[in-house]
């Protein structure tokens, strides 16, 4: 589907007016995402347990004080959204961090209900690092995000300029604090999600990428991640603008840090100069606290992975060849289909370096980037 420039909207001053300036923007959609997402939960596909609204709106209740520890300013932030739309806190976390909040959903009710039941995943997303020496001296980073198809209306590029914080340009959804993004100070930040059975009351994702773009240096960035109380597990990159990057497998109960150039490490598959990930765990460690994903579900990530490898074989890297990436229609340009109804929603890169940022909303093969600068 063909589908117009993608949304820019402008946030400025205190967390709390940012908030109000996002959910004043889009009162209706974010409305209708939250109350989708907290369904979505509920139906029990995702989770494995089906339950009440009033179940799942009590868990997110329950992961509120985590938010509130971890970063102030973004439960400020997420109040601000709030107030201005009419949500409760626990239907804005959930609308922010479904993808964390449905690992929570799975392993506390497991425990509660002395069960091991299954969730069903629907995700592919495919993120890379390049680094310099592959990219005439300035590399990048960049993924498509792929979700359930519904949610490709509701993708939106915000630029948050937060008083007394580095500048950023994230890409994201209505309703949520941040998903992929750099900062003016030259950082970036992305993910692929994983399917976690160590769900926690914790912290979601969005809030680590959120607070990953508020620092000034990849090594601040990187404790961001490290320290985060997670609720769910997601795998995290970093890149930044002097060449230095991290593929960081995040589970709440267990995290995996490799660094670009580092070499092979415990079974995180490189070769020299780039990093691809997926949507499976890759060393020991996260895979025994990983759900089992189905074979088709497996099979694609697998799949991604091996060809954003091949893909990134020819050297120098550019943005024209990786553009051509996001759009490669033999595995990573997800169109939808059922059963899943799984589709890239949009892809973004970013240049660190240059301060280089394009973002395509919708599938990457049906649309046109939009280049902008930070």
Excluded at 72 to 95: K, Q, S, Y
Excluded at 172 to 200: E, H, K, P, R, W
Excluded at 310 to 330: A, F, G, M, S, W
Aim: glycine share 8%.
């Amino acid at each position: 589907m063909k589908r117009d420039k993608i949304r820019v909207v402008e946030l400025s001053g205190t967390a709390y007016e940012m908030g109000q300036q996002h959910g004043t923007a889009y009162p209706q959609e974010i409305r209708r995402y939250a109350h989708e997402r907290v369904e979505l939960v509920a139906a029990g596909q995702w989770t494995g347990h089906k339950l009440t609204t009033d179940q799942v709106l009590t868990l997110a209740e329950e992961c509120i004080p985590a938010h509130e520890a971890y970063s102030p300013d973004l439960m400020a932030e997420t109040r601000g959204l709030a107030d201005a739309t009419g949500l409760t806190l626990g239907e804005a976390i959930i609308a922010s961090g479904f993808t964390d909040f449905i690992d929570t959903v799975h392993n506390v009710y497991n425990q509660r209900q002395a069960t091991t039941l299954t969730a069903q995943p629907i995700d592919d997303c495919t993120a890379f690092i390049v680094a310099d020496e592959i990219a005439d001296g300035a590399g990048f980073f960049g993924q498509t995000w792929d979700m359930h198809d519904t949610a490709t209306e509701f993708v939106i590029l915000l630029n948050c300029k937060q008083t007394d914080m580095p500048e950023a340009l994230i890409f994201t959804t209505v309703g949520c604090v941040g998903q992929i993004g750099m900062n003016s100070a030259g950082i970036a930040v992305g993910i692929n999600n994983l399917m976690g059975a160590d769900g926690q009351v914790g912290v979601t994702w969005p809030f680590v990428v959120r607070k990953v773009l508020q620092q000034d240096n990849i090594d601040d960035a990187l404790a961001c991640i490290t320290d985060a109380d997670l609720a769910g597990a997601h795998n995290f990159l970093l890149f930044d603008k002097t060449g230095r990057g991290y593929n960081i497998e995040a589970m709440p109960t267990h995290q995996h840090i490799t660094e670009l150039g580092s070499g092979l490490s415990n079974g995180i598959v490189r070769q020299s100069g780039s990093i691809v990930h997926t949507n499976h765990c890759l060393v020991p460690e996260t895979i025994a606290v990983a759900q089992e994903r189905p074979p088709e579900s497996q099979t694609s990530s697998e799949t991604r992975l091996t060809r954003g490898y091949e893909l990134l074989e020819q050297h120098p890297v550019t943005i024209d060849k990786l553009i051509d990436l996001t759009r490669d229609p033999q595995a990573i340009c997800v169109q939808s289909k059922p059963p899943f109804h799984v589709e890239s929603c949009g892809a973004a890169i970013m240049r660190p370096k240059t301060g280089d940022f394009w973002a395509v909303w919708g599938l990457p093969s049906e649309n046109e980037y939009e280049h902008f600068t930070i």
